[in-house]
């Protein structure tokens, strides 16, 4: 049976702050990238076929409805990829998925919900990148996203890409850096807030070109791709899977993707490296995740089931639309996924520190 997915929104209106400045250490970060070259309540959506009781880990799972988790806003680059893969998932498990949309603080409201939830696989959830970021910029962080987490396996790296609003001058990633210089006290960067995939693209944008740029944080990259569109706002950089679409269509200008090579539904965009910045490139990695101590049959269950919604021909043709693809299936294991976040970890650590952005 096909299944569908619901919306239903509760999520709290974007609030425009007070632009803030981020310093970043030139030094440290763009060695590391060298080297790596390789909350508020939100909206809820239902994808599945009827299923009832409860439980998990007796040899019955599932046999109620699951809940995904998705730490940032509707709409937004991570529910996208999440609802692709919900539907598939759901039909594989045979019961209703909900999405549902809790926002806030960079992703870590809807971490540590997931990590006080009870270790049953009902509740799961998506994050990206943000996840080995977390430590770093939040010292006081509730929860170790390696001890407190089963990891289900990764989904996708998506690429990133500069856009700026219609009206914003430059053409060109070349002129875009150029004009920032120029009218450093006046441009605008829109991202989603402390930690989030666009954050720290910006980060590295002010490390590659040694510009210190004014931040404009929003809660989402849909509600900050929005004020883009509607010329609020000046530039951002944020993941294919939510800028494709306006790329294509004119809406916005793109300067570059932040991959080594070009992306192939994006032929005509240029890397950040054709345009003379090799050290700007990063990718936004996704993964599945349930409370620590979820019983394993449980896991293999979800992670059996994510393995055929990355192989479902629907998920991988809309993915390539959206600039990326499945990750390979020796990615999509628990074991792959735990030895990434780690590496992860470790890499973005020094970077963060050196820069001196935390969110405390």
Known sequence: MRLGVHSVTTQTAARHRRPTRWVASIAAITLALAACQAGDP???????????????????YPDAEITFIVPFSAGGP?????RLIAEPMAEELGVQIVVQNVTGAGGTVAA???ANTEADGYTVLMH?????????????????????????GLVTEVPMTFVGSPEFEPETMEELVAYVEDNIDSVTYANAGIGAASQLCGLLFETATGLDITEVPYEGTQPALDDLLGN???????????????????????????????????????TTEEAGFPDLQVSVWHGLYVPAGTP??????????????????????????LGTAPVAEDRATPEAHREHLQSQLDLWRPIIEEAGVTAG
């Open 42 to 60: 939100g909206a809820s959506g239902t994808a599945g076929s009827s299923g009832g009781g409860g439980g998990g880990g007796d040899g019955d």
């Open 78 to 82: 991570t529910d996208t990829v999440t």
């Open 112 to 114: 540590d919900q997931v």
């Open 128 to 152: 990206h990148i943000g996840m080995s970021t977390a430590p770093t910029l939040y010292p006081d962080l509730s929860y170790d996203p390696l001890e407190d987490f089963e990891m289900i």
């Open 232 to 270: 609020q706002v000046d530039f951002m950089c944020d993941q294919t899977t939510n800028t494709s679409e306006p790329i294509e269509a004119g809406r916005v200008k793109a300067y570059a993707v932040t991959t080594p090579d070009r992306v192939e539904s994006l032929p005509d965009v240029p």
């Open 296 to 321: 394993q049959d449980v896991v293999d269950a979800l992670n059996a089931a994510l393995v055929v919604a990355l192989a479902d021909e629907n998920v991988i043709a809309r993915l390539a639309e």
